[in-house]
């Protein structure tokens, strides 16, 4: 039997913690931060669990 291959934009976007929690950045954090406040680009800025409805499609393509 062939080996599995990883998901690579999943990889790319989800990291699994040491506890197996599934991370993920939030979206809006890349560019056109000009006009957005100090206060909404540090909110962007931290890492979110990833909601428990997707984490079993999610881990799937990582091979997890």
Do not use: W
Not at 29 to 47: C, F, G, I, W
């Amino acid at each position: 039997m062939p080996k599995n291959k990883t998901h690579s934009g999943t990889k790319k976007r989800i990291r699994v913690t040491g506890s197996g929690k599934l991370m993920r950045e939030q979206a809006g954090a890349r560019h056109l931060l000009e006009h957005k406040s100090s206060r909404k680009t540090r909110r962007l800025a931290s890492d979110q669990v990833l909601k428990t409805a997707d984490a079993k499609r999610v881990r799937a393509l990582l091979g997890k």
